[in-house]
């Protein structure tokens, strides 16, 4: 079994930098929109073959050191009964958007076996056809990410509808959040028994908040979900956001294993806020990798370069793939990566 990626993520020593990429399993493969000519990304979720196959893509295109689950953030969500479309160049979109208590109180909880058994069954279709390959990194979206959707009901850029809730309706933003963390722990829960062997929490739009509100609103229930799920001693729990440079020591304060940095602070600078006791993924802009490779080179050295050391150092992109990226580009650069000395 190639465990690079795992050692790493336990900060162990590793014969080379393992490599994977968030949002590896899309839109940038031709195999991949191919299938989109005939089915929708909910279609392919719920067709446990077809999810896995997708997963697998990239494992045999570009030689990654691990696969990622293809599901959606949105997906415990659905399971859970809430009425909701994945639009096309948009994002989630959900019908009955949250706006009150009432709203909240309305929320219902997540049965896995019996919502999503297609999630599972793509877990276990994975991990034969994987055969310790390389390790299956299951994930979920944070509270707060997920509120935003709930919340605003689409995507949005200021957050204004989320936060507003957030300081005028807190007794309902706490029980949001607090049901929101039950779902999410039973969700990633079943992704464990299933078979998973990593874990990546998602709050891709953390960065909205100020360093005070992070740690007034949504620590508390981001850390429950850590600490709950810190007990499988074998699985690492990687703690991804966005725009987190200004809070990055609060926001690695949780019991994870790895910080996933974004391209806004040298890994230097990022690792010296976080501790060396964890380890780190990050953190290469992903519109880099729509240029030269030559320029790509010199930002991966200069990456390599700042590095204190190299335990504990598992090479990503700073957020997902971008649509458009040549696939050339992320092979040429996972092969770099691992030849890098
Ligand atoms: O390869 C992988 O990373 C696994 C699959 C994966 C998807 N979504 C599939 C997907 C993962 C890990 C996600 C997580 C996800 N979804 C996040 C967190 C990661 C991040 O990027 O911050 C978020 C915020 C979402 C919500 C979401 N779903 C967005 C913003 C979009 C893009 C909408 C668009 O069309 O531009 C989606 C749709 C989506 N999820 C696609 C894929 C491959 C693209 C649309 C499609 O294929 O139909």
Redesign the pocket.
Known sequence: MNTTFLDACFSKKTPYTPVWY??????YLPEYRKL?ERYT?LEIIKIPELAAKVSLQPIDILHVDAA?L?????IPLLGAGVDLE?V?????VIKHPIQSLEDVQKLHSLEPQQDIPYLLETIHILMKELKGKVPLIG?S?APF?LASYLIEGK?TRDFIKTKSFMYTDTKAWNLLLQKLSDMIIVYLQSQINAGVQALQL?D?WIGALSEYDYQKYVLPHTKRIFETLKKHETIPLIHFGTNTAGMLATFASVPCDVVSIDWRISLAKAWQKIGYEKAIQGNLDPVLLLSDFSLIKTQVDTIFDSLPKKEGYIFNLG??VLPNTPVENLMKLTEYVHNKK
């Open positions: 968030m949002r590896q399993a899309g839109r989109k990304i990622i293809f599901a959606d953030i949105m994945i096309e160049n948009i994002g989630p994930f979206a990410t995507p998602f891709s957020h997902g």
